[in-house]
């Protein structure tokens, strides 16, 4: 999730929510967050919903705690936009090179570079204004997960695996989760946090293939250049450990017949992606990798249901 779109050029308009009413002096800036692209931050934020819920079946609770989903649902935007901001400070040279992403604020000389940085440390002191509100645990857990974040932007210089720093990344929210719940981390919650990671590297491959071949001639690495022809058993792969780590987690948490169903239905999700893909059609590989949204939308419902379930103690 390292592609973006620029701010003012009428081309690039997409009439998203921040072309039709942001304000023009606001809008480089809400792109360099990437708030017309809010997949990104759906995708941070529900292994953070997942843990917080399979906590609630672990406790045997009525429901999620809806304090803790709305404090990170507001810490995913934050984190997410600063997340974005960063690799694009890193990136603005690369970005400047590849067509789909030279128009991004900064290669485009929308947003300068001191200005980035401003932007930056003002949505991270949001991050830490929601991390604060945790416990002392799960604050420290949060602060843990910073040198990933930061050294995302990198790997893919070095590594053909780059989504697996993405994976550590993107899946810390099911460490943060049960954390903030606990105050500590149990097995549930580390494998629920490996079956996550492994959900990252497949759908971010198969959004890696729309970039494969500008990514080729400049010399970045990922997992779709890796993985060429033989992407689909690869993902099937990925995703199926993804769901096998997960009903691992659940199990260890004591869910039962709704998680499963919830857990089956994000299964067939998968495979469904796995059936239609196309990794020479660029669109189809955008709208399988947003629809991620989905199958982590039916997981979390399984788990609310399963902890709405529960007889009260």
């Known amino acids: 999730m390292t592609r973006g779109r620029p701010a003012e050029p009428v081309a690039d308009s997409t009439g998203n929510w921040v072309d ?30 997942w843990s917080t819920a399979l906590a609630a079946v672990a406790a045997g609770g009525r429901a999620p705690d809806l304090r803790l989903l709305v404090l990170f649902a507001i810490g995913a935007i934050a984190m997410r936009g600063a997340g974005c901001t960063w690799n694009d400070i890193l990136d603005r040279d690369l970005d400047a ?26 949505l991270a002191l949001v991050g830490l204004a929601v991390l604060v509100q945790l416990n002392s645990f799960a604050i420290a857990t949060g602060i843990a ?20 720093v993405l994976g550590l990344a993107f899946s810390w929210g099911a460490l943060i989760g049960w954390a903030a719940v606990f105050g500590r981390l149990d097995p549930a919650a580390l494998v629920l946090y ?52 997960i009903g691992v987690a659940g199990y260890l948490a004591g869910g039962k017949w709704m998680f499963a169903l919830g857990l089956a239905a994000f299964a067939a999700h998968l495979a469904w992606q796995v059936r239609k893909l196309d990794i020479d059609d660029p669109e189809l590989c955008l709208k399988l990798f947003r629809s991620n949204r989905d199958a982590g939308l039916l997981l979390f419902a399984g788990l609310v249901l399963e902890a709405a379930l529960i007889p009260a103690r």
């Open 20 to 49: 039709r009413g942001a304000p023009a002096w606001a809008r480089p800036y809400l792109r360099l967050a990437r708030a017309d692209r809010p997949i990104g931050t759906w995708l941070l934020l529900l292994p953070c919903w």
């Open 145 to 164: 997960s910073l040198a990933i974040v930061a050294l995302y932007p990198l790997a893919k210089r070095v590594t053909d695996w780059p989504q697996i």
């Open 97 to 122: 090179r590849v067509e789909r992403t030279r128009s991004r604020p900064i290669p485009s000389g929308q947003v300068s570079l001191p200005a980035a940085f401003a932007f930056l440390l003002a």
């Open 194 to 245: 490996a079956g996550s990671i492994l959900w990252v590297i497949g759908y971010d491959t198969i959004y890696a293939h729309q970039d494969r071949d500008d990514d080729a001639i400049i010399g970045v690495r990922s997992t779709a250049r890796l993985f060429g022809a033989r992407t689909r058993p690869a993902i099937a792969a990925f995703y199926a450990g993804a769901v096998v780590l």
